[in-house]
């Protein structure tokens, strides 16, 4: 190589030096004045609450977050659609983003513009949204409501539970169905109209099984109602036996959100049931007479009445404990069902021969003739019972014609509300046979004085008389 060429080969690589210098100056400066540029404004791809502020100053980022959500509606999503739409206005919005706009600037450095330029947006979220809590509550509920009544047309979310089958009770397991929590969902709509949020779906709240079919509870309760099924449930009223059917138990245990119960409606139905059938109160009694045969005697004063309420709840506690029972029905009145109404100990007044006698433990202790009540007066049939017995008693009451009467009795065992008893009556001449059409009594019935002083003494307080 010449010494010209070697001058000329150095002055070029002098030359591209510069130019490369030159260049580099350029870029540095280009890029440090950009970055004077961004000291000012949020870097490329900056984006908070959802709105793009980059190239923005602070002040431009806030009236553009302001406007836009301001301006835009929140909306709230159900399969992939728009269910509602609210206007912020609604909400009370108000908002101001300058302090979280101010430390987002501080903290992005202006001289990584060209990284943040070619990165992922830097996306934020800060607080600015203040709301009116009164308003957003109303908002609250008024989506509670509709929602509430979307739910009736979705599909309910059911949890496992026990089912009674041909073979028993078994688990059905869970199904997920389409209907929202309600609570949740509104809870969460809340928390994100208060942060600022454009949208939410409450696809995300849908209502879940709480119970599933692999739940321990759920398995003991299911053998607990395979072993209540089984058990042997036995009523004794009025002297009768009544077994409680299985089949009848099998369709009253339910499975109540886990929890072993009887549907009440159906125990209530079968208590209804006994009532109707043996309650004493509203049911004539069937005695044989000493003279007439079977006669069937109207309730009276000794009589009861099965409570309810209260023995479904006594059946049903006794049930669900699991273990074979005998029981009597909880009762109201003047005696109790565990026992037969008329058992072996009475009085039995047989109006049409006019006799009455007295049984104890189950034979003849006393009998006489009597006079009851007169035609206009007759003394009232029913199963009654002394409930009191009192000595020197004076009768009133009045007479066919509206007078006053005034009976003095050695004794007197009342056996009705109205008035009627057993007592002596010593202005009878005679007693039986068809004395009572014309001296007969004002209701009661009356007895030989020498007779009616010796039951008197025989006869207990709670003693059944049966007139007929």
Not at 57 to 71: C, F, H, Q, W, Y
Not at 118 to 125: F, G
Not at 205 to 229: C, F, Q
Not at 390 to 397: A, P, Q, V
Request: aromatic fraction near 8%; charge should be neutral.
């Amino acid at each position: 190589m010449t010494r010209n060429e070697r001058r000329n080969s150095h002055s070029r690589k002098h030359i591209g030096v510069i130019v490369v210098l030159g260049l580099l100056v350029v870029l540095v400066g280009g890029y440090a004045i950009r970055s004077t540029y961004y000291s000012e404004r949020f870097l490329p791809n900056t984006v908070v609450n959802g709105v793009k502020i980059n190239n923005l100053t602070v002040s431009e980022a806030n009236r553009k977050i302001t406007r836009e959500l301001t301006d835009s509606p929140f909306l709230i999503k159900i399969d992939n659609k728009n269910w509602k739409e609210i206007k912020r206005a609604d909400l009370g919005w108000q908002n101001d983003y300058l302090p979280g706009l101010k430390a987002v600037k501080k903290d992005q450095n202006p001289f990584s513009w060209g990284m943040q330029l070619v990165s992922a947006a830097d996306t934020k979220d800060v607080d600015g949204n203040t709301l009116d809590e009164n308003k957003l509550n109303a908002v609250g509920e008024a989506v509670r409501a509709e929602l509430t009544q979307a739910n009736t047309t979705r599909t309910a979310t059911e949890n496992a539970k026990v089912t009674r089958t041909n073979e028993g009770f078994e688990i059905t397991p869970e199904k997920q169905g389409t209907t929202i929590d309600v609570e949740a969902a509104v809870t969460a709509f809340k928390e994100a109209a208060k942060n600022g949020k454009h949208s939410i779906d409450f696809e995300h709240y849908l209502a879940k099984p709480t119970i599933t079919k692999d739940d321990a509870d759920l398995k003991k309760t299911m053998d607990k109602m395979n072993a209540v099924a089984k058990i042997k449930a036995t009523y004794s009223i009025n002297g009768k036996t009544i077994q409680i059917p299985t089949s009848d138990i099998n369709t009253w245990l339910i499975d109540d959100n886990g929890t072993m119960s009887l549907d009440q409606d159906k125990v209530t139905a079968y208590v209804t049931s006994l009532g109707e059938k043996y309650n004493t109160k509203t049911n004539p009694t069937e005695f044989n007479s000493t003279r007439r045969g079977k006669v069937s005697v109207p309730a009276g004063t000794y009589s009861w009445t099965i409570n309810t309420p209260e023995e479904v709840a006594a059946l049903t506690e006794q049930i669900l404990a699991g273990k074979d029972f005998t029981r009597s029905p909880i009762v109201t009145g003047a005696t109790t069902a565990d026992k037969p109404l008329v058992d072996k100990t009475y009085i039995e007044v047989d109006l049409e021969n006019q006799h009455m006698w007295y049984y104890k433990d189950g034979k003849v202790a006393l009998e006489t003739d009597i006079v009851s009540g007169k035609p206009s007066t007759q003394t009232p049939t029913g199963v009654d019972y002394v409930w009191s017995k009192e000595r020197n008693k004076t009768l009133k009451g009045k007479n066919d014609d509206g007078s006053d009467y005034a009976s003095p009795v050695s004794y007197w065992m009342p056996i009705d509300w109205t008035g009627v008893g057993l007592h002596d009556s010593d202005w009878q001449p005679a007693y039986g046979g068809d004395l009572w059409k014309t001296r007969g009594s004002h209701g009661c019935v009356n007895t030989p004085p020498d007779v009616m002083a010796k039951l008197f003494d025989m006869v207990e307080v709670g003693t059944p008389v049966l007139v007929f």
